[in-house]
């Protein structure tokens, strides 16, 4: 069975944006492979075996258009409402607090922040299936 290990970005500054998921999310680079003309950077936590890889292609001083294709990505935490006030203290500007509701029964507590690139990531209280 196939097991999912990674996510791949693509990120206009290595610096800035290893910064935002070191402060954001408490990742820290795993790896670095440097190639002639990009560098892959592998950012993890003790959480999980899931890494997030950050691609920068050498040369590039434009923006990514991020198209209408891209969803998101999505991290769980114990207390949203706490994240979201760290977060906001850091200057990092996440979203609203939104409720989800089925069926009567909360099904997900969440918001969003972007980050340096414009990429979405949604944080989600652990519940039901987002543990």
Known sequence: M????????R????????????????????????FET??????????????????VNKGRTAPYDLGNA??????????VAVERERLS?????PGELIELNRDGKLFGLFF???????YKIEVLQRHGRFL
Do not use: Q, W
Request: glycine content about 6%; cysteine-free.
């Open 2 to 9: 196939a097991k999912m290990i990674h996510s791949m970005i």
């Open 70 to 79: 891209y969803g998101h990505l999505a991290a769980s935490v114990e207390e």
């Open 112 to 118: 969003f922040i972007s980050d340096p690139d414009g």
């Open 38 to 55: 990009f560098t892959l950077i592998y950012m993890s936590n003790a959480e999980t075996g899931f890494e997030l890889e950050l691609t």
């Open 89 to 93: 203290k850091l200057g990092l500007n």
């Open 11 to 34: 990120v206009l500054d290595e610096a800035r944006s290893v910064e935002f998921y070191e402060r954001a999310f408490g990742l820290s680079v795993a790896d670095r492979v440097d």
